[in-house]
């Protein structure tokens, strides 16, 4: 039960979606030199290669801004969303008032709220932290709330028998337990914020990948789009795959998904 | 109440079976009520039950399934306050105040981020003692247990049977005086279950803590304790106080002598009476 897998455990599990996608592109190739797409249509897979490493600068530039933007938007969100959990949970009228509107929230679509966010708050940083702390904070709210919720009964038993407070049973108990559910959250929250970012970017910025892609969109580059996405796609990776290694390290006593329970040993 | 009390009985009590009634009252519980539902129509669950734990002594409670023994904990600990009567515990009155027992339950609930270790001295924790003035004790007690080498292990690492020890050894090392552990061994297999006994009797007749056992197995209760209780089907009260005659240091052998077959045969005989009565009395309930 060693935390990394070993090279050739990786190996086996990374080989059939890496043969996947190079087929994949293998076929993209093919069809485009074969049918004769028009690059402003859909540029081949080399073609979009060869455009990224001729404006790598511009792109790292774009890049490194957005991750930033992605970042602290993560964290305040995030850290927005697991104070609400506590807060709800740990007082239960707060939470029957505002769990519901709290659901009813996710119904108004983000993009549709960027806008009047940069009316109110102009077109500075605050209002694309906020629209990456709303995307962000539902999910680690909810899973935080229902890690909280589903905290097993009779350790719970156990802590009021042995006269724990309220205080001592929410440290001990109720939030290292709730920990993989938090973790799930924060996984989604994870891939979230990138394309929070990305929407910010959109509606007003003057730097970033999102306001790189508008850029290219009214230059009909779309080799370029394709370059920005691809980044977006490993910017989301190497946010989840973190937020993945951070809880291998905080999760222990075999209780990380995956793990089968109760490996017996006598 | 009164009533039960004048049934108790005193069976052949042997000479070496200890002098627990001369030592100070424990646990005293004396006239409890509880019931559920709503007030309109209440549902009685405990119906004025009272029973003494002296210092030192083993005290086990055995009932019919649905007999109220949980919710009789539940009021021990302090998580439910009874409607009547009154828990003492060293003479002072305790109802509804917590932190006051150490706690066996029936799953061995310990927590799977922790090691055995730092399970362990939980209790300790929650009641604010330091963790390095445990850890000496813990460690010792852990070894006696036959949880050595385990102490970084995870719970999920251990059998059940070492799960078990190692939640009683949370319970043994607790603060408090009292002991209750809650049917700790019906999670268990028969073979594990009956090693557990004689795991639990050593060790015990080594501590002498004062403790209160629920349990449903006559057997078990025979062969552990010093007094019985036997409790009657919802509302339950104290159907009889049975004191065990065999003296300690006790052996699994006494389960072969005529005498603890006797009384296993009145203790089923009379478990099987208030099983069919609760039974019965379910149905007409429904009727």
């Known amino acids: 039960m060693s935390l990394r897998p070993t090279l050739n455990q990786w190996f086996r599990f990374a080989w059939p979606p890496f ?14 030199r074969f049918f004769g797409v028009e690059a402003w249509i859909l540029p081949s897979p080399s073609v979009i290669a060869g455009e990224a490493s001729k404006s790598a600068e511009s792109l790292w530039m774009h890049t490194l801004s957005t991750l930033q933007l992605t970042l602290i938007g993560f964290a305040i969100g995030s850290s927005v969303g697991l104070l609400v959990a506590c807060v709800l949970h740990l007082v239960p009228l707060l939470k029957s008032a505002l769990y519901p509107l709290l659901i009813l929230s996710q119904n108004v679509p983000t993009i549709a709220l960027a806008p009047l966010l940069m009316i109110w708050f102009g077109f500075g940083l605050l209002p694309k932290i906020i629209v990456i702390t709303l995307v962000c904070f539902f999910p ?9 919720a589903q905290t097993d009964r009779t350790m719970l038993n156990y802590m009021r028998m042995i006269g724990a407070n309220r205080v001592q049973i929410f440290r001990k108990l109720e939030f290292p337990h709730a920990l993989p559910s938090l973790f799930s959250g924060l996984r989604i929250a994870a891939t979230y914020s990138v394309m929070g970012a990305v929407i910010a970017e959109w509606i007003g910025a003057q730097k970033g990948i999102g306001y790189y892609m508008i850029l290219q969109k009214s230059a009909f580059r779309t080799d370029r789009i394709f370059a920005a996405i691809v980044i ?33 040993l006598r | 109440m009164s009533k039960s009390e004048k049934e108790n009985r005193r069976i052949g009590r042997g000479a070496e079976a200890g002098s627990e009634s001369d030592a ?45 023994k949980s919710t009789l904990f ?32 029936q799953q061995p609930a310990l ?21 390095r003035e445990t850890l000496d004790e813990a460690r010792r007690w852990m070894e006696r247990a036959g949880l050595a080498g385990f102490e970084q292990a995870y719970p999920h690492m251990l059998s059940g049977g070492m799960q078990q020890r190692a939640a009683f ?3 043994l090392l607790s603060p408090h005086g009292l002991m209750c552990l809650d049917e700790p061994f019906s999670a268990l297999d028969a073979f594990t279950r009956s090693e557990m006994q004689t795991w639990l009797l050593d060790i015990w007749e080594e501590t002498r803590r004062s403790v209160l056992f629920v349990t449903h197995h006559i057997e078990e209760a025979l062969l552990l304790s010093d007094t019985i209780y036997v409790l009657s089907g919802r509302p339950s009260a104290v159907l009889r106080r049975i004191e065990v005659p065999f003296p300690r240091p006790r052996r699994e052998e006494i389960a072969e002598s005529p005498e603890f077959l006797a009384l296993r045969r009145e203790l089923t005989g009379l478990m099987k009476e208030e099983q069919r009565k609760t039974r019965s009395s379910d149905i007409s309930g429904i009727l």
Do not use: C
């Open chain 2, 169 to 171: 050894v949370r319970a």
């Open chain 2, 74 to 105: 539940h009021l021990i600990g302090g998580l439910l306050q009874p409607e009547q009567g009154e828990i003492r515990l060293d003479g002072r009155v305790i109802n509804g105040e917590r932190g006051h027992i150490g706690y066996m339950p």
């Open chain 1, 19 to 32: 043969v996947a996608v190079l087929f994949f592109l293998t076929a993209w190739e093919a069809a485009v």
């Open chain 1, 140 to 148: 680690v709210a909810v899973s935080a709330m229902d890690g909280f």
């Open chain 1, 232 to 264: 977006i796609v490993v910017l989301s990776l190497l946010l989840f795959l973190l937020v993945t290694l951070v809880e291998r390290l905080v999760i222990r006593g075999g209780r990380r998904s995956g793990n089968t329970e109760g490996g017996e």
């Open chain 2, 24 to 68: 100070p009252i424990k646990l005293e519980l004396s006239g409890l009520h509880k019931s559920f539902g709503s007030k309109r129509k209440p549902l009685p669950v405990i119906g004025g039950v009272s029973l003494q734990v002296h210092e030192g002594e083993f005290v086990s409670l055995i009932g019919p399934s649905g007999s109220g």
């Open chain 2, 111 to 131: 927590f799977p981020w922790r090691t055995i270790e730092d399970n362990v001295v939980l209790d300790h924790e929650v009641n604010g003692i330091p963790r």
